[in-house]
């Protein structure tokens, strides 16, 4: 399998490990969440890790997938796409493992009924949310310690230090709600918070900056990750990136302040005060 030996490899150095970025890989991820989480798994002893991926596409680049052929374990995946199923048989071969595949639109208030429809909803192993939308809402319906890892994606846009989240809102569409496609999901910092009020910790993020990772508490970090550095300064979810649209839908390149000046009039809900419903301009002091 492409990529295996290079996993392999770097396993030898997994106890050494002081950063979580450093075990980065991609085989069929978007970015390294391949590497990272073959780390998670490896440290936790996880042969067979059951999971759940909400936001797969048709699962050519997903974060379970390596695992699925790796591991050959149960698994579930879901996302809203036409002939989702069909699609998904294309890449991948479904009798390698017990793979089920749900084709729905996932909000706050059907996702303990899509919990309870996958095949590994009882002691999941790895829990991951990528739908650039409404991800806070989702993860806040959800019980504490409803996995052993867990992977959200954030929006760097919103910066390191402001929680913030976009409202609930019913078949959010970020392309709809702006053009330039930046307004969407929840910041860093919600999502730290979050997880947190879940009983989980925060453990790291990928290279590319746009996934972070958490463990539950069940599993401590002195035992299975002593060695990897976390601290306030690794509270670090700057990203460079620039997938910004202008209102013909081509790419414009904005970044740091450009962006949040080009979504300045979107409303966000203000998680560090009360819960309000603001405009960007008004959250981050825009002049």
């Known amino acids: 399998m492409i990529g295996l030996s290079h996993v392999l490899k770097i396993r030898e150095n997994y106890f050494n490990v002081k950063k979580l970025s450093d075990v980065d890989y991609k085989i069929f991820s978007q970015n390294g969440e391949d590497g990272i989480l073959d780390y998670l798994i490896h440290q ?3 042969e067979k890790p059951k999971f759940i991926e909400i936001g797969v596409g048709d699962y050519t680049e997903a974060n379970t997938r390596f695992i699925f052929e790796r591991c050959s374990p149960k698994g579930t995946i879901v996302d809203c796409i036409e002939n989702l199923e069909d699609k998904v ?3 991948l071969k ?4 017990e793979l089920k595949i749900i084709n729905k639109i996932v909000n706050s208030k ?3 009924e899509i919990m309870q429809e996958s095949n590994c909803s009882s002691d999941l192993d790895i829990f991951s949310l990528d739908i650039d939308g409404i991800d806070y809402w989702i ?9 052993k890892i867990v992977v959200l ?3 760097s846009t919103f910066g390191n230090e402001i929680e913030v989240t976009i409202p609930n809102i019913e078949n959010f569409d970020r392309t709809k709600y702006h053009y330039s496609n930046l307004c969407y999901g929840m910041s860093f910092q919600a999502a730290i918070k979050l997880m947190e009020k879940k009983n989980f910790y925060y453990i790291g993020t990928n290279l590319f ?8 508490k069940k599993f401590s970090k002195e035992k299975y990750f002593k060695n990897l550095v976390i601290g306030k300064s690794e509270y670090n979810g700057d990203a460079f990136f620039r997938e910004s649209r202008d209102k013909d839908g081509n790419l414009n390149y904005l970044s740091g302040k ?4 080009e979504i300045s009039e979107c409303k966000v809900v203000d998680l560090g005060n009360n819960n309000e419903i603001k405009k960007i301009s008004e959250v981050y002091n825009l002049d």
Request: glycine content about 2%; aromatic content about 14%.
């Open 89 to 91: 048989k294309k890449n």
């Open 258 to 261: 450009k962006k949040l000046r």
């Open 209 to 216: 900056n746009n996934n972070i990772f958490f463990i539950s």
């Open 110 to 112: 059907n996702i303990i």
């Open 44 to 46: 936790l002893n996880l």
């Open 94 to 97: 479904l009798w390698k493992g």
């Open 153 to 155: 994606e954030y929006n």
């Open 139 to 147: 993860i806040d319906k959800l019980p504490k310690n409803f996995s």
